[in-house]
């Protein structure tokens, strides 16, 4: 079983940008698709932006859609661009693998995704 490391929260301004990166360590061989979550206090976890490994699909959540981009260096190190942060955006943001192929329903699945890392929080004050 692998292992997941999230990088790079932090607090911005409203308009300022973050670029989280999520490590992979371990067998993840299997692993076909890439996600980034999110979740705030008394709140479900929600689908951010997915990716398949290699990269050749990406699906992102319609509140992120123009701002955040997601991409990967190889199969072992995702990111997460994320650009015009607004206050609605803070919440602790988690990577996460499947080994089911990406699709735009992944958004949505969080509890599909079997490898998942302890998160990085990202604050945005307005």
């Known amino acids: 079983q692998g292992q997941l490391v999230e990088s790079g929260g932090g607090s911005v301004q409203a308009g300022g940008s973050l670029r989280l990166s999520c490590s992979a360590f371990?067998?993840?061989?299997?692993?076909?698709?890439w996600g980034w979550f999110r979740q705030t206090p008394g709140k479900e976890r929600e689908g951010v932006a997915v990716?398949?490994?290699?990269?050749?699909?990406t699906y992102y959540a319609d509140s992120v859609n123009g701002r955040f981009t997601v991409s990967q260096d190889n199969a072992a190190t995702t990111h997460l661009q994320m650009n015009s942060l607004k206050p609605e955006d803070t919440a602790m943001y988690y990577c996460?693998?499947?080994?089911?192929?990406?699709?735009?329903?992944?958004?949505?699945?969080?509890?599909?995704?079997?490898?998942w890392g302890q998160g990085t929080q990202v604050t945005v004050s307005s």
């Open positions: 996460a693998a499947d080994v089911v192929p990406c699709g735009l329903w992944s958004l949505g699945a969080h509890k599909h995704f079997d490898l």
């Open positions: 371990g067998d993840i061989s299997s692993k076909q698709c």
């Open positions: 990716i398949s490994t290699g990269g050749g699909s």
